[in-house]
């Protein structure tokens, strides 16, 4: 054929569009695979919040953050404006990167952010408990009591509790890398937790009535209940379940940027 390959160019279509029904971008945008660089979280869609430690700009390693940034397109900015609730931002922690500090006690110090957490939401986060206690400590989540929450729970003196549901295997004072959603569907629930590579899969129902939420905590439930004492380096939440092969590209992310 003269010119070579791609000289040449046909178009096939269907003889008919009857039956075909329009489906919304699934999963992971591809525009990352072009550049060779690992996926980011806003390669994928559904992202309403992401806070990332390592983006916190112009204030010093030591000093009360009252403001920490959405770096989704939803501009959830996390906030405290009372000082005594402030956590902590430092530079250096974990792998060359900063984190915040919530350091507990008998005021939490916590941030929340204006965005709505349901029982289709993704959630995870960065963290590092300071201590193993037998406190319930929450780490991101819902601000109602029956809203979708990634806690570090009491039973088993370090176990992760998503909404209700226990995973009995212990946390450790160790940087890791969560991810928790909840699928519900036609009365039938189960709930799916991802530490650090290793997901468990628990066929279990939710505590509470789990309503919408439209705000999200991080680092205690309120000012005086399930108080963090640890580390957070980076919240993400996403508006829906994430598919498998998202999960697992989000965890080589957290995993590989933190050395966890």
Not at 98 to 113: E, L, P, R
Not at 133 to 152: D, Q, W
Not at 177 to 183: D, H
Not at 235 to 251: C, H, K, Q
Request: glycine share 12%; aromatic share 8%.
């Amino acid at each position: 054929m003269a010119g070579g390959i791609g000289a040449q160019s046909f178009t096939v279509a269907p003889e008919s569009t009857a039956g075909f029904i329009a489906q919304p971008p699934s999963v992971t945008t591809f525009a990352a695979f072009g550049t060779g660089r690992p996926l980011w979280p806003s390669d994928i869609t559904g992202l309403i919040l992401w806070l990332p430690a390592d983006q916190i700009q112009g204030i010093t390693s030591g000093a009360s953050l009252s403001n920490w940034t959405d770096s989704s397109a939803s501009a959830s900015h996390a906030t405290q404006p009372s000082a005594v609730s402030q956590p902590v931002f430092f530079i250096n922690i974990q792998n060359g990167l900063s984190a915040v500090s919530f350091g507990g006690g008998s005021i939490s110090q916590f941030m929340q952010s204006p965005t709505s957490v349901v029982d289709t939401s993704t959630l995870c986060v960065v963290a590092r408990p300071s201590v193993l206690t037998t406190a319930n400590e929450r780490y991101v989540g819902g601000a109602a009591g029956s809203s979708l929450r990634l806690i570090k729970t009491g039973a088993g003196a370090g176990s992760l509790t998503l909404s209700g549901n226990v995973i009995s295997a212990s946390l450790g004072a160790v940087w890791q890398s969560l991810i928790g959603s909840f699928v519900s569907s036609a009365g039938s629930s189960a709930a799916t937790i991802s530490q650090s590579g290793t997901t468990f899969f628990l066929a279990s129902t939710m505590s509470g009535s789990n309503v919408a939420s439209g705000l999200a905590n991080i680092g205690a439930t309120s000012a005086s209940a399930q108080t963090l004492l640890g580390w957070i380096g980076e919240v993400m939440v996403f508006n829906r379940n994430l598919f498998e092969i998202e999960r697992a590209s989000l965890e080589s992310y957290m995993r590989t940027k933190w050395a966890i």
